[in-house]
C-alpha cells in the first residue's frame, strides 16, 4: 500500500476532524435529552420509554461513528508520508490516538 501525500493527510484530517466535531455536539444534545426524559415524569410512561429507545439508538450510532473516525485518523497517521527530510507534517503527528468509548 503507498504512503498517502501530505497534503492529502491534512485535507484528510481537516475533514475527519470537522466530522468528529458535528459528531460530538450532537452527541452531547443525545444524552441532554436522554438525562432530561430520564428526570422528567414521561420517563415510566409508553411514549416516554419509546422516545428513550430511539434516543439510546441515536447514542449508539453516534458512538458508531466517532470510533469510525478514530479508525480513519489512525490510519491517516499510519499512511502519512514523511517530508524529504523525514519528519511527518505536524497536523498528521497531532492525531489522536484511537480511544474506546463507552457506550455504558
Not at 480513519?72 to 511527518?88: C, F, H, I, P, Y
Request: with cysteine; charged share 20%; aromatic share 4%.
Amino acid at each position: 500500500m503507498d504512503k498517502m501525500d501530505l497534503c492529502n493527510a491534512s485535507d484528510a484530517v481537516s475533514s475527519m476532524q470537522a466530522l468528529r466535531v458535528a459528531l460530538t455536539e450532537e452527541l452531547d444534545d443525545i444524552e441532554n435529552r436522554i438525562h432530561e426524559l430520564a428526570q422528567s415524569s414521561l420517563a415510566t410512561s409508553e411514549s416516554g420509554t419509546s422516545e428513550m429507545q430511539v434516543y439510546c439508538v441515536a447514542r449508539a450510532a453516534l458512538y458508531s461513528g466517532l470510533a469510525s473516525i478514530n479508525e480513519v485518523l489512525g490510519w491517516v497517521r499510519l499512511m502519512a508520508a514523511q517530508d524529504s527530510e523525514g519528519n511527518v507534517a505536524e497536523v498528521v503527528k497531532s492525531l489522536p490516538t484511537v480511544p474506546v468509548f463507552s457506550v455504558h
